[in-house]
Nanobody, 124 residues
């Protein structure tokens, strides 16, 4: 069992930055690949970024590549999403999620555990 709690969301102007954190409980955190997803009002949940259990491999949606950076600290049972050059289109509830080694990072059906989400609002 893994419990995930996101934090760090808020209101920011376009061009600004935010860093999201996701704290995980459980001794087996390092056994999981992790991902960030987001869901805007009226839209489906979409993949944002993913990171392998070791942190050695990262994956990004085209829409955030070059602006967002995912990282993890297994000693602290935490993953991060550094978001720079934010745009109004980035406004959404952001979720972190955990999956086992198998399955694509890009598909939410492969993730077993989810956090409750944190709101990010980017004003123009």
């Amino acid at each position: 069992q893994v419990r995930l709690v996101e934090s760090g969301g808020g209101l920011v102007q376009a061009g600004g930055s935010l860093r999201l954190s996701c704290a995980a409980s459980g001794r087996t955190f390092r056994n999981y690949d992790m991902g960030w997803f987001r869901q805007a009002p009226g839209k489906e949940r979409e993949f944002v970024a993913g990171i392998s259990w070791s942190g050695g491999n990262t994956f990004y949606a085209d829409s955030v590549k070059g602006r967002f950076t995912i990282s993890r600290d297994n000693a602290l049972n935490t993953i991060y999403l550094q978001m720079n050059s934010l745009e109004p289109e980035d406004t959404a509830v952001y979720y972190c999620a955990a999956k086992y080694y198998s399955g694509s990072y890009y598909e939410d059906v492969n993730y077993r555990y989810w956090g409750q989400g944190t709101q990010v609002t980017v004003s123009s």
